[in-house]
T-cell receptor, first 116, second 115 residues
Framework: AQSVTQLDSQVPVFEEAPVELRCNYS??????LFWYVQYPNQGLQLLLK??????LVESINGFEAEFNKSQTSFHLRKPSVHISDTAEYFC??????????????FGTGTLLAVQP | NAGVTQTPKFQVLKTGQSMTLQCAQD?????MSWYRQDPGMGLRLIHY???????DQGEVPNGYNVSRSTTEDFPLRLLSAAPSQTSVYFC??????????????FGPGTRLTVL
């Protein structure tokens, strides 16, 4: 079985500062990794994903995450945040064996609060 | 495409009442699922379906029933609501593939309060 740990429930940061949201996972099989974003009062949107290949993946709005197999981590980073990045961010894992079912295991979420 | 739609957006129930949360998608996705979101606990899988007529339990299935009579619809039934079922419920759908992951699309959610 897989599990996902997001140690930081809330991360306050000033606008234009860098940020890192931490995600660690555990699994006995190979996994796919994801970051989802949830803006206030909305559903979840896929931000970026790691399926295979390059361990560094990027989103269209400046976020990036790096898959580190030895540390079982998939931390999310952005070099300069904006007020509009304020949202809750969820890390999720899906094992490659159950690809047909697409079952996702989510972390508990990290609220990114960007202050002016 | 409307994507994944959920109704109602808000609902208040009394303990013991029953209701059905509706979920529909117009993307011809085989896979559909229901999650509940609770503060500090992230999203937890309730039930899922890999196609019409096929459903299975997720992490927290107790108190909920599902059926999948069509590809488009995947309703979630609460037979006897309890305060512990107060939550935000999300429906999601995706294509189903044996050898690759398919992006899941989430609905806007239903906020349920059980008094």
């Amino acid at each position: 079985a897989q599990s996902v740990t997001q140690l930081d429930s809330q991360v306050p940061v000033f606008e234009e500062a860098p940020v890192e949201l931490r995600c660690n996972y555990s699994s006995s099989v190979s996994v796919y990794l994801f970051w989802y974003v949830q803006y206030p009062n909305q559903g979840l949107q896929l931000l970026l994903k790691y399926l295979s290949g390059s361990t560094l993946v990027e989103s269209i709005n400046g976020f990036e995450a790096e898959f580190n197999k030895s540390q079982t981590s998939f931390h999310l980073r952005k070099p300069s945040v904006h007020i509009s990045d304020t949202a809750e961010y969820f890390c999720a894992v899906s094992d490659q064996v159950s690809g047909a079912t697409n079952k996702l295991i989510f972390g508990t979420g990290t609220l990114l609060a960007v202050q002016p | 495409n409307a994507g994944v739609t959920q109704t109602p957006k808000f609902q208040v129930l009394k303990t013991g009442q029953s209701m059905t949360l509706q979920c529909a998608q117009d993307m011809n996705h085989e896979y559909m699922s229901w999650y509940r979101q609770d503060p500090g606990m992230g999203l937890r899988l309730i039930h899922y379906s890999v196609g019409a007529g096929i459903t299975d339990q997720g992490e927290v299935p107790n108190g909920y029933n599902v059926s999948r009579s069509t590809t488009e619809d995947f309703p979630l039934r609460l037979l006897s609501a309890a305060p512990s079922q107060t939550s935000v419920y999300f429906c999601a759908s995706s294509y189903s593939g044996l050898s690759s992951y398919n992006e899941q699309f989430f609905g806007p959610g239903t906020r349920l309060t059980v008094l």
